[in-house]
């Protein structure tokens, strides 16, 4: 079991958990994630590691309250337990040192590249930030992303913070007005990071999505989270989670993780006539 040492609500429907978990807070490098299962009857869900602590032997979980299992996680505070923390899990990511890295997140997955920024500033690159997301609300991590980067840089789609527009709008205006990018980081939303992918494509600036499907065991045995990259089959959680960009079939991607959606909706909605329609807790 893993006691929650603090919960902090991040914006309506967003949770940060800072969670004991010694083992994974001393092994974990950027990049790396968990598989999480809140009780013995629970799903394996795969997060993101956005910190660590080795010294308390801590890590942070920032979730999103979307289907039953997120919201159940979203719903619990500090002293709270949840069954299994499994990782760290994959690959860690590739640093470049002394570049010029942009990192893109779009909602959550600013949670992914908030430790990739940590480590380019420590490997000596310069690193700017783009956190987006439709609203102000969703725009997350603005202030601990400008802790380790150069610059950040807020995008929302309705301009009612920041940078009016996608972070595939700013990345756009960025390499058009002179600002060359070495490598390109990109988390979010299938749509998003295909944008970023057709984005950096024609200007040869090397790019590396993190995926996010649909994983069980974390260990490549179940095939759930299989992808295609460069026309091979891949499998996220252990030959990932992230890969060449401009490779990627975000096609199939997006049909495998709409696989189960209603199943999904099904499991939501027996979760709300036995819990209620609260998802988060303030």
Known sequence: MHKIIAATQIASDVRWLKIDAPLVARACQAGQFVIVRLDDNGERIPLTIAGTDPARGCIDLVIKAIGKTTIALCQLGAGDLIRDVAGPLGKPTEIVAGKHAAVVGGGVGAAVILPIAA????????????????TRDAVLLEIELSRVCDRVIACTDDGSYGFSGTVA???????????RLDI????????????????TRPHAIRTIASLNPI??????????????VGGQVRFACVDGPEFDAHAVDFGELSERLSAYRSQEQLALRRWNDEHGRLCTRP
């Open 215 to 228: 994983m069980v065991d974390g260990t490549g045995m179940c095939g759930g989270c299989r992808v295609s």
């Open 169 to 179: 709008d700013c990345l756009r205006d960025l390499i058009a007005g002179g600002d």
């Open 184 to 199: 390109v980081y990109t988390a979010g939303p299938v749509p998003m990071m295909r944008a970023i992918a057709e984005l």
């Open 119 to 134: 480590a380019l500033k420590q490997a000596s690159s310069r690193v700017i930030a783009l956190t987006g997301g439709h």
